[in-house]
């Protein structure tokens, strides 16, 4: 029994807490929980979505952030995070037009402009995409996820200058978020990845040997709308060798993800380098 007694909100209360600690796992079966004492309990099914993306299980999220949004028809958060788990799972259409439903309604929302800029990325619209995250930045949504997106923007309109300052902007966020979970994965992932982006791939390739000493195995990770497993920085690794040119360390790192596996399209790239 959980303090609070056998109900709805006790189990959502619950639910979290752990999620802020971290344990995703028993938010998840705290949140079922409510939602089987109370079908209706509309906070539990948003927060069992938001559970979901971060275990990687983005069509269970979709499906309870509709949900959600089905007994809160003008709640925005759990549209932001449809929006998000659409993106998240390719489908660009849909979540762009979510994005502008919102935008619409709430022009001054950042969160939703963020994600529509996202749209305009993976769209390869890189101007687009630079111009929105700017106004994003403009609102007072100067994040990570935001430098990070309009570091990558830039560099691909040929803004090196900006593009330049906005990585080190992100970075500078990234040394935080490190500083204060050091033992954790997602903050050296993150700088790997933001490394790998600016080709540099020796300090890419330190950043995915720091948080694959600090990842369990049969974990999934997510951070900033990055999902990853052990395999995920493993192929990391492998493509910052290859990067390097250290071809026989990158195919020794395929064949060990080809044993992991078997069906690693990057692995089995790497094992044929060289």
């Not at 949900?67 to 660009?92: C, H, Y």
């Not at 993150?190 to 080709?199: K, S, V, Y």
């Not at 791939?201 to 990055?226: I, N, T, V």
């Not at 250290?246 to 990057?266: C, S, V, Y």
Request: aromatic share 10%; hydrophobic share 40%.
């Amino acid at each position: 029994m959980v303090f609070g007694g056998e109900t709805a909100d006790s189990y959502y209360d619950e639910g979290v807490t752990a999620s802020m600690k971290g344990d995703v796992a028993l938010a998840v079966q705290h949140f079922k929980m409510a939602l089987k004492l109370d079908p209706y309990h509309v906070s539990s099914c948003h927060q069992l979505g938001r559970c979901n993306v971060r275990l990687g299980e983005l069509q269970q999220a979709v499906e309870c952030f509709y949900r959600a949004i089905k007994g809160r028809p003008k709640s925005i958060p759990p549209r932001i995070d449809l929006g998000f788990a659409l993106l998240e799972g390719g489908n660009v259409s849909k979540a762009e037009t979510l994005f502008n439903e919102i935008l619409a309604k709430k022009p001054e929302n950042t969160k939703a402009m963020l994600g529509l800029a996202g749209c305009a990325f993976q769209k390869g619209e890189w101007d687009q995409a630079y111009i929105l995250v700017g106004q994003v930045m403009d609102q007072g949504g100067a994040g990570f996820a935001a430098f990070y997106l309009q570091a990558r923007a830039a560099r691909l309109s040929g803004l090196g200058d900006v593009a330049a300052e906005a990585f080190e902007s992100a970075d500078h966020l990234l040394e935080k978020l490190i500083e204060g979970n050091p033992e954790q994965p997602e903050g050296y992932f993150l700088r790997g990845e933001l490394n790998f982006a600016r080709d540099n791939f020796a300090e890419a390739l330190d950043a995915f040997q720091a948080a694959e000493q600090r990842m369990d195995g049969a974990a999934h990770y997510y951070s900033y709308g990055e999902h990853f497993d052990l395999v995920a920085v493993l192929a990391k690794r492998g493509m910052c060798l290859f990067r390097l040119e250290r071809l026989a360390d990158a195919r020794a790192l395929g064949e060990e993800i080809l044993k992991r596996d078997p069906r690693n399209k990057i692995a089995a790239l790497l094992t044929k380098s060289g």
